[in-house]
């Protein structure tokens, strides 16, 4: 069945660094787009960066950019997310989502299981 | 960017009961437009996408309806496994953005 599994999280102080991972099984990842998107806690969901099937076309929100690196390994199934200068405000719960497409238009499914990412010092 | 405001921000009904909630979008967003499901400590689960398409295996008193500025998602009959908070989220451009939530409990 189509699974995401992100890993990486966890306790970091501000200023630091994370890497985020997220394994992908039972569909081709190759040929989707893929996304990370976050929950604060008791707050709602904030999409973060995007990178294309191929790795060529990536977005950032504002408020990471410029901090954060989206990027893939097609030949490991894998999706990143490189958190560097890390905030208060960066806490949350991160998730990876497989991209979908019809027509132009997108949405997330499946969602991964997120993986909680707390900056404090 | 696009603003996504849902209403209401909170909900209370009964099992059984038709439920509606709103999303508009700040600019026209044709119908990029998908509606997802949150239970406490779970990930969003998607229900509608394009504004009105049914997610497979999602049970069909799930229903989506709008286009342009002002969406709806309704529940026909409440079920006990429905009262969970539900998020719209427009794909007409990037950065992608998600209304704020409307927490449906029950009565």
């Known amino acids: 069945q189509v699974q995401l599994v992100e890993s990486g999280g966890g306790l970091v102080k501000p200023g630091g660094s994370l890497r985020l991972s997220c394994a992908a099984s039972?569909?081709?990842?190759?040929?989707?787009?893929m996304s990370w998107i976050r929950q604060a806690p008791g707050k709602g969901l904030e999409w973060v960066s995007y990178?294309?099937?191929?790795?060529?076309?990536?977005y950032y929100a504002d408020s990471v950019k410029g901090r954060f690196t989206i990027s893939r390994d097609n030949a490991k199934n894998s999706l990143y997310l490189q958190m560097n200068s890390l905030r208060a405000e960066d806490t949350a719960v991160y998730y990876c989502?497989?991209?979908?497409?019809?027509?132009?238009?997108?949405?997330?499914?499946?969602w991964g299981q997120g993986t909680l990412v707390t900056v404090s010092s | 960017d696009i603003q996504m405001t849902q209403s209401p921000s909170s909900l209370s009904a009964s099992v059984g009961d038709r439920v509606t909630i709103t999303c508009r979008a700040s600019?026209?967003?044709?119908?990029?437009l998908n509606w997802y499901q949150q239970i406490p400590g779970k990930a969003p689960n998607l229900l509608i996408y394009?504004?009105?398409s049914l997610q497979s295996g999602v049970p069909s008193r799930f229903s989506g309806s709008g286009s342009g500025t002002d969406f709806t998602l309704t529940i026909s009959s409440l079920q006990p496994e429905d009262f969970a908070t539900y998020y719209c989220?427009?794909?007409?451009?990037?950065?992608?953005?998600f209304g704020q939530g409307t927490k449906l409990e029950i009565k």
């Open positions: 989502a497989r991209q979908n497409f019809q027509l132009l238009k997108g949405w997330f499914d499946p």
């Open positions: 039972g569909f081709t990842f190759s040929d989707y787009y």
């Open positions: 990178i294309s099937s191929s790795g060529s076309t990536i």
């Open positions: 600019q026209s967003i044709s119908s990029y």
């Open positions: 394009a504004a009105s």
């Open positions: 989220q427009q794909s007409y451009s990037t950065p992608y953005t």
